[in-house]
């Protein structure tokens, strides 16, 4: 018995070894100036705040300054219902180039994992190397999402909007609506969402940030209807928001249509709209509610189209009197990624944010 003790010690440090030395060549053969971070350092380094928000309102400054290439996504569905999605930017005044890598597998609660997961790459853009691998799992990607929000309302929401109507349940709709806390004072929360028990959860979690009424609406017209703001956080195909229960002085951010396809409006309110604003026009026309637009008045360029880097550059209005309606067209754009992912390693390194990335600030792999 001791003898096949000995045997099995023998043969899992052999194992152990095995995997150090491969441990030890891979991140040899990386640059010694790559941080890794995996979702557990990267929560514990930062959370949504304003700092957060502020630093990819930033991308979105730099982006209508011109100060940034962004590549069309690549897309592509797996077993017809999950998605895969490609974003990447190259910030040039920042020094930087942006990779990020999203997956969209919708049956995965059921199996007890996140619907999302993603891993974020950031290389120098003088030399092209690794300078930062984020593990982020879809976290990093769903706080850039929900600032993204929380930018849009600051500009366009009515002052002294008393009542946010949020449709969807899941971390995209969780998010969306902590970041639309933040910095306002509400009366009421209403969340609409087919599962019950999800909603619930969703009104758990809104309590501990938030004195304001949460209820659990049961439609989506009751939530349009009697809100000030309403936030789309679905993976619908079809619409879930008829322009009939849109009413003057609201604003909608539409967050779940990012991809070919994908729909959650009744395209009468662009029609309807005051201003409709969006984050890059070239995705919102093919992958965002923009690609159900079929007014032969609204040119097909999208020149009817605000993007909201123009308006928080000050470049573009935002609103203007408080009966208007507005709309934002989110699609995910690649500067959220960079800008985030830049906020990021500035933390990790101490330095949040960087301007640049310095490959001698850091040595070592940091896991």
Same mark, same amino acid.
């Given at each position: 018995?001791?003898?096949?003790?000995?045997?099995?010690?023998?043969?899992?440090?052999?194992?152990?070894?095995?995997?150090?030395?491969?441990?030890?060549?891979?991140?040899?053969?990386?640059?010694?100036?790559?941080?890794?971070?995996?979702?557990?350092?990267?929560?514990?380094?930062?959370?949504?705040?304003?700092?957060?928000?502020?630093?990819?309102?930033?991308?979105?400054?730099?982006?209508?300054?011109?100060?940034?290439?962004?590549?069309?996504?690549?897309?592509?569905?797996?077993?017809?219902?999950?998605?895969?999605?490609?974003?990447?930017?190259?910030?040039?005044?920042?020094?930087?180039?942006?990779?990020?890598?999203?997956?969209?597998?919708?049956?995965?609660?059921?199996?007890?994992?996140?619907?999302?997961?993603?891993?974020?790459?950031?290389?120098?853009?003088?030399?092209?190397?690794?300078?930062?691998?984020?593990?982020?799992?879809?976290?990093?990607?769903?706080? +850039?999402?929900?600032?993204?929000?929380?930018?849009?309302?600051?500009?366009?929401?009515?002052?002294?909007?008393?009542?946010?109507?949020?449709?969807?349940?899941?971390?995209?709709?969780?998010?969306?609506?902590?970041?639309?806390?933040?910095?306002?004072?509400?009366?009421?929360?209403?969340?609409?969402?087919?599962?019950?028990? +999800?909603?619930?959860?969703?009104?758990?979690?809104?309590?501990?940030?938030?004195?304001?009424?949460?209820?659990? /609406?049961?439609?989506?017209?009751?939530?349009?209807?009697?809100?000030?703001?309403?936030?789309?956080?679905?993976?619908?195909?079809?619409?879930?928001?008829? /322009?009939?229960?849109?009413?003057?002085?609201?604003?909608?951010?539409a967050a779940g249509a990012d991809a070919t396809g994908k729909q959650e409006l009744?395209?009468?309110?662009?029609?309807?709209?005051?201003?409709?604003?969006?984050?890059?026009?070239?995705?919102?026309?093919?992958?965002?509610?923009?690609?159900?637009?079929?007014?032969?008045?609204?040119?097909?360029?999208?020149?009817?189209?605000?993007?909201?880097?123009?308006?928080?550059?000050?470049?573009?209005?935002?609103?203007?009197?408080?009966?208007?309606?507005?709309?934002?067209?989110?699609?995910?754009?690649?500067?959220?990624?960079?800008?985030?992912?830049?906020?990021?390693?500035?933390?990790?390194?101490?330095?949040?944010?960087?301007?640049?990335?310095?490959?001698?600030?850091?040595?070592?792999?940091?896991?």
């Amino acid at each position: 018995m001791y003898t096949i003790f000995l045997e099995a010690a023998s043969r899992l440090f052999t194992v152990v070894d095995v995997a150090l030395d491969f441990w030890k060549g891979w991140s040899d053969a990386m640059d010694p100036g790559v941080v890794v971070l995996t979702e557990s350092e990267i929560r514990g380094l930062t959370n949504l705040n304003t700092e957060l928000v502020d630093a990819v309102e930033d991308g979105f400054k730099v982006l209508a300054a011109g100060g940034v290439s962004t590549p069309p996504p690549m897309m592509f569905t797996v077993d017809s219902d999950n998605e895969v999605d490609v974003k990447a930017a190259w910030v040039r005044s920042w020094g930087i180039l942006s990779i990020k890598v999203a997956t969209g597998f919708f049956e995965n609660p059921a199996l007890g994992l996140p619907s999302g997961n993603s891993v974020l790459l950031l290389l120098d853009a003088t030399t092209g190397q690794t300078r930062a691998v984020l593990l982020e799992g879809g976290y990093l990607t769903t706080l +850039r999402a929900a600032a993204a929000g929380a930018i849009a309302a600051k500009w366009l929401a009515p002052s002294g909007a008393a009542t946010v109507g949020v449709i969807g349940t899941g971390q995209l709709a969780r998010w969306h609506a902590r970041a639309l806390l933040l910095d306002r004072e509400l009366d009421s929360v209403l969340v609409y969402g087919r599962n019950p028990d +999800r909603a619930n959860a969703l009104i758990d979690d809104l309590k501990e940030h938030t004195n304001a009424r949460i209820a659990h /609406s049961k439609s989506v017209q009751e939530v349009v209807e009697a809100s000030d703001i309403v936030v789309t956080c679905t993976s619908a195909h079809e619409i879930l928001v008829r /322009s009939e229960w849109v009413h003057p002085g609201m604003h909608i951010t539409a967050a779940g249509a990012d991809a070919t396809g994908k729909q959650e409006l009744d395209p009468e309110i662009l029609y309807r709209a005051d201003r409709v604003v969006c984050d890059l026009r070239a995705q919102a026309l093919t992958q965002g509610e923009c690609q159900h637009v079929t007014d032969p008045s609204m040119s097909s360029d999208g020149s009817w189209l605000t993007e909201l880097g123009d308006v928080v550059a000050g470049m573009a209005p935002g609103r203007i009197k408080d009966d208007e309606i507005t709309v934002c067209d989110l699609t995910g754009v690649g500067v959220q990624d960079a800008a985030i992912a830049r906020y990021v390693l500035g933390k990790a390194l101490g330095t949040a944010p960087v301007a640049a990335i310095d490959p001698g600030v850091r040595r070592g792999v940091i896991v």
